[in-house]
């Protein structure tokens, strides 16, 4: 069993070491320069380098500490009733492009996962929506990552 840090912050973010990268000085050259280091920031900088180009991520804190470090850490193509929500208002095809787009997400971070080797104890669970209010059951998906 993991071992807390008895720290008042987040486990994520409590024990992991601080980062220290080099302040940005003068003028840069880059094909994109993305303004967070969050996952969103890191993501989106790691899929442009892997198209060949050439990228400065500006962070103005610590990498990864904000709300990606204080988050439940839960990588899943299935969010509430979502699904329900988007066939509801935009349709099937629509509820589909979105599911597609967030299993290839999920698929993404696990392929880099293991090519990067990156230690972070991932570990695959089953997911499941319930609800407390039957009015609220009819026709709503489960969906498992
Ligand atoms: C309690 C909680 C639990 C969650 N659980 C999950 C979960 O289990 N699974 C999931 O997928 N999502 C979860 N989420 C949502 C998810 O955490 C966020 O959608 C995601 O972390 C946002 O990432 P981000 O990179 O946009 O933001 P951040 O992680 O906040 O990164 C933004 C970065 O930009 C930097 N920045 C801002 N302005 C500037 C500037 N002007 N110059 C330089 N740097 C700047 C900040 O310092 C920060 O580091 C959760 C959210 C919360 C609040």
Known sequence: MAKLSGKP???WVADAPKTDFPELVGAQECDAAIVGAGIVGL????SLLEAGKAVIVLEARQVGRQVTGRSSAKITAQHSLIYRYLIDTAGH????AYAEANRRGVATI???????QIDC???????????????TYAGMWVMTV
């Open 110 to 116: 696990r392929e880099w996962i293991e090519t990067l």
């Open 93 to 96: 095809e629509i509820a589909l």
């Open 121 to 135: 104890d991932l570990e695959p669970k089953s997911a499941f929506t319930y609800t407390c209010d039957p009015r």
């Open 9 to 11: 912050d987040c486990c």
């Open 43 to 46: 993501t989106t900088a790691l």
